[in-house]
């Protein structure tokens, strides 16, 4: 029996319901357009954010030439304009999911190799997810209609500054009957399945930036040295989950195909520190780099220096002065 989502926010006056009423009604009512008419609407927001206003377009350029020095200014245009193309993509297909079937959902999704993750939980074992900001990662929660129902599907969850969007995306994310997990709460609930002798699938997006008190590893990911997040390495030795890597590859616009993978052999739990998260590193790169379109380029991945890393470093300790920045 899959578990729903519990509110993780906090409750609305009688304003903000209103408010949050109408965002919903008009998102839902959007959705119930057809995929083919919603992408009519995706080229008309590519028009606008890319040729007319630009968005990110300094941040995507410089990240795609950091990331592909070989490439020459021609192919870095021709990546550029379709990584466009599908960041509009993203937003109707995300809206879509508002009130999209799961059959339907799982037509454009096709899963491989679940038997992998499957196996694991008949066991009596819990299964970690490593993916990346890659493809549309809103969509891939139609795994938990793939996943058998002894597992209890997850997403870790980090709250989004506009309180209307970031309900209405809890609201998204839980319609196939996943979860959202806070990052301050994954600990207490891994235990309490733990307790509870559940098996949890829990997928990770674990490319994204660390708090400069949160850098413990870097790695050479895309030609720069990044400082990456290993959380969900830590999680997976300590409760002998199973690590997996999602393959994504998207055959054409609207479809994905996803692969499980397995990350490293076993469950990890006696490997060496940050060896699965190098492992899944090589992986992302790997998917990136056959369809670099895809990924965000958007974001600033690579906002936090060594250099700055290190200056901020207390000799005696070897922790972090200040928190954040």
Known sequence: MKETSKPLYRPFNIIEHFLYGLLFCFIYLLSLTPLRILYVLA???YLIAYRMIGYRTRMVRKNLANSFPEKNKEELKKIEQRFYHFL?????ETIKLMSISRKSLMRRVQMRDIHLIN?????????NLFMGHYGNWEWFTVITCYVTPKAQLGQIYHPLENKYF?????????????ISVPMNEIL?????????GRPMVMGY??????????????????????????????????????????????PRRGYYNLRIVP??????HDLPDFEITESYFRALEKNIQRQPEYWLWSHNRWKRTREV????LDPATGKIILSKA
Not at 88 to 92: A, K, L, P
Not at 166 to 178: A, K, Q, Y
Not at 217 to 242: C, I, M, N, S
């Open 43 to 45: 080229d008309f927001l």
């Open 88 to 92: 509009c993509n993203y937003i109707v």
């Open 119 to 127: 196996d694991e939980v008949h066991k009596g074992k819990s299964v």
């Open 166 to 178: 970031d309900r209405l995306f809890l609201h998204i994310r839980s319609r196939m009957g996943s």
């Open 188 to 196: 207490r609930t891994r235990i309490r399945y733990k307790q509870q």
């Open 205 to 250: 997006i674990a490319d994204q930036v660390p708090f400069w008190n949160n850098i413990h590893y870097w790695t050479d990911f895309l030609h720069q040295d990044t400082p990456v997040l290993t959380g969900a390495e830590t999680l997976t030795k300590r409760f002998g989950d199973t690590p997996f890597v999602l393959d994504v590859e998207c």
């Open 263 to 268: 990350l490293v052999e076993g469950d990890g």
């Open 309 to 312: 890393w290190e200056k901020m």
